[in-house]
């Protein structure tokens, strides 16, 4: 096999078994009016792809990522920098997502955390330029440090929620300068272990200021992106408040945030909602909370958000079927918030990785399109739903009826016979779609 070195570029090579091309991917072929990469708009995620290193509850690293210079840190982000542009430069990705501590190294304070932070922010900012690369977003790890342990936003110390504050300042800053399309809010531990500590009702309004005052020093600022909460019903705390899809779409009401805050959805947190990622997708959707997507898979047989690389094709089909159902992304793309296992441990790993998920959701996309000019599917609920067209049904829809009239008209109805769903026939034309 090739090493990283001899991979100058991932280019489209149907049929190849060179394992360093994509099968699927062909970032310029246009598909209903639009290039690949723009159906699909692609970001590194530069947690897992440019400082993960493969460390578990068990065991140490199995990757080195400090390029020899642990005793430099600014030097040693500096590389890691290097190598997300080159890695991107390498796999025709066009956007990346970081958090703050994914860039730069942490102070001994908050003020120094920042000062290195926004340094790192300079580098980074001529990168993009010179690589021609473009930030989908970033957000703040408000969840890692210690001070973060009983949460940021809805932590019971006010001093630690200042702390938060400061660093989405910096964050959205940052946002700025580099021209991001989006913020990102996961609330890591912004949640509970246990009621018998806990104010539910202070921590949520805080939350919910936290998120107005971003919102406000952001546009006050001129910051036109997009803000998403990401939905995760757990880990690392018991129960989060940013549960699932419809749990933030009732917060985003609750505290006035619509129009500026979306959604940011996780395959693999969906899964551990007790949804499918289509769900979560569909939800966010008819509430228009549809923003961006962290693309990932879990395990069904794990209990835990394993961050794999997405490869399972069915799923990523009905995802594309959800984007493109939802005209597509705007300000949102296709962050990989992915690692490699512990065990693929190269970098040449990190490669084969990007460009099995990469080709997964280009398969996924292809299928969907299919599926839709297939049209059997959209033909089915369509006609399923037909009632609603005339009759009362429409005055149903329309609002031009109520509960008497109702009454009235269901006391002249015999039997009444309702269609077979016909799951299995749909579930064997998305076979043929995906096969034939
Ligand atoms: C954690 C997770 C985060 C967010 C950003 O499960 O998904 O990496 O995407 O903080
Ligand atoms: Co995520």
Not at 362 to 369: S, Y
């Amino acid at each position: 096999m090739k090493t990283y070195n001899d991979v100058k570029k991932v280019v489209y090579a149907k049929g190849s078994k060179d394992p360093f091309t994509y099968k699927f991917y062909d970032p310029d072929e246009v598909i209903l009016g639009k290039p690949m990469r723009e159906h699909l708009k692609f970001a590194l995620s530069y947690w897992h792809t440019i400082d993960a290193e493969g460390v578990d509850m068990f065991g140490s690293a199995t990757m080195d990522k400090s390029f020899g210079l642990k005793d430099d840190p600014m030097a040693m982000f500096r590389k890691k920098a290097d190598f997300a542009f080159e890695l991107m430069d390498k796999l025709q990705i066009d956007y990346y997502c970081f958090h703050d501590v994914d860039i730069a190294p942490e102070g001994a304070t908050v003020a120094e955390s920042i000062k290195n932070f926004n340094e790192m922010v300079d580098y980074i900012a001529v990168l993009q330029k010179k690589h021609g690369k473009k930030l989908l977003w970033n957000t703040a790890n408000n969840f890692g440090d210690k001070k973060f342990m009983a949460g940021a936003a809805t932590s019971p110390n006010a001093d630690v929620f200042a702390v938060a504050a400061a660093k989405v300042k910096a964050g959205i800053d940052a946002a700025i300068k580099l021209g991001a399309d989006g913020y990102v809010f996961w609330g890591g531990r912004e949640g509970y272990d246990t009621l018998l500590n806990t104010d539910m009702a202070l921590e949520l309004d805080n939350l919910g200021r936290f998120m107005q005052m971003s919102r406000d020093y952001a546009r006050a600022k001129g910051f036109k992106g997009a803000f998403y909460l990401e939905p995760k019903p757990k880990e690392p705390t018991k129960h989060q408040y940013d549960f699932d899809a419809a749990t933030c779409m009732n917060f985003i009401r609750t505290y006035g945030l619509e129009g500026d805050f979306k959604l940011n959805i996780e395959a693999n947190h969906a899964t551990l909602a007790g949804h499918t990622f289509q769900h979560e997708l569909r939800v966010a959707t008819v509430n228009g909370g549809f923003g961006s997507i962290d693309a990932n898979q879990g395990d069904y047989l794990l209990g835990w958000d394993t961050d794999q690389f997405p490869t399972n094709v069915y799923e990523t089909m009905m995802c594309m079927y959800e984007v493109l159902k939802a005209g597509g992304f705007t300000t949102g793309g296709l962050n990989f918030d992915a690692k490699t296992r512990r065990q693929s441990n190269t970098v040449e790993d990190i490669l084969l990785a990007y460009i099995a998920g990469m080709d997964a959701f280009a398969l996924g996309l292809r299928l969907a399109v299919k599926l839709i000019e297939d049209g059997r599917i959209d033909e089915f609920v369509k006609d399923r739903y037909a009632s609603y067209s005339s009759g009362i049904g429409k005055k149903i829809v329309e609002g031009k009826t109520n509960l008497q009239e109702l009454s009235d008209y269901a006391m002249g109805l015999g039997e009444i016979k309702v269609d077979s769903g016909r799951q299995e026939y749909l579930e064997a034309v998305i076979n043929e779609i995906m096969f034939e």
